[in-house]
Nanobody
Framework: QVQLVESGGGLVQAGGSLRLSCAAS????????MGWYRQAPGKQRELVAR???????SYADSVKGRFTISRINARNAVNLQMNSLKPEDTAVYYC?????????WGKGTLVTVSS
């Protein structure tokens, strides 16, 4: 059983910053990819950022230059530093990990950016 626990969401004004954290626990040998997705009201879930086991990262165009993803392998953790937040970043953010061929999801944490 794999569990993901997210933290760090909240309410922030436009231009502000938030840091999301996610820690994975359970029975697994190694994590391939770790990432963050988000889902805004009335929209489909979309990829925000991900980081591969070798440290290579990729970002959605909408967050490039503002968000930074990082992982701490020793803790099976992934963070998302979000700067220069915009109202359109408002969404529920979900942590995701890929272990072998299995995807696991956190329950989500709400980020609200006020204008």
């Amino acid at each position: 059983q794999v569990q993901l626990v997210e933290s760090g969401g909240g309410l922030v004004q436009a231009g502000g910053s938030l840091r999301l954290s996610c820690a994975a626990s359970g029975s697994f040998s190694s994590i391939n990819t770790m990432g963050w997705y988000r889902q805004a009201p009335g929209k489909q879930r979309e990829l925000v950022a991900r980081i591969f086991s070798g440290g290579i990262t990729s970002y959605a165009d909408s967050v490039k230059g503002r968000f930074t993803i990082s992982r701490i392998n020793a803790r099976n953790a992934v963070n998302l530093q979000m700067n220069s937040l915009k109202p359109e970043d408002t969404a529920v953010y979900y942590c995701n990990i890929l272990v072998a061929t299995m995807n696991y999801w956190g329950k989500g944490t709400l980020v609200t950016v006020s204008s």
